[in-house]
């Protein structure tokens, strides 16, 4: 099970912090990803970290977005600076098994970025 929270309405150029913490299997072996869906586009990455620290992100990110992990706290967190209109979205969180099948998805939290 994933739990995302921290979304919210923020005003361009702010910052959010979003955090989804998990529970019922073994977190370390997981590869933990955000990723975002916009009213009418499909759902896109936005950053990924394996469980060796390896991290994979979206070209739109461009050094605003910062993604972590504990794993003593089986927890992702996505550090959102920066922010444009065009990041509103649903943002999902993303488990991926390192050992053969297994994907699971967070329910989603909104992020609104509007004046």
């Known amino acids: 099970q994933l739990v995302e929270s921290g979304g919210g309405l923020v005003q361009p150029g702010g910052s959010l912090r979003l955090s989804c913490v998990a529970s019922g299997s073994i977190f370390s072996v997981y590869t933990m990803g955000w990723y975002r869906q916009a009213p009418g586009k499909e759902r896109e990455l936005v950053a990924s970290i394996t469980s060796g620290g390896r991290i994979n992100s979206g070209d739109f990110v461009k050094g605003r977005f910062t993604i972590s992990r504990d794993n003593a706290k089986t927890t992702v967190s996505l550090e959102m600076n920066s922010l444009k209109p065009e990041d509103t979205a649903v943002y999902y969180c993303?488990?991926?098994?390192?050992?053969?099948?297994?994907?699971?998805w967070g329910q989603g939290t909104l992020v609104i970025v509007s004046a």
């Open positions: 993303n488990a991926d098994s390192e050992l053969g099948p297994g994907n699971y």
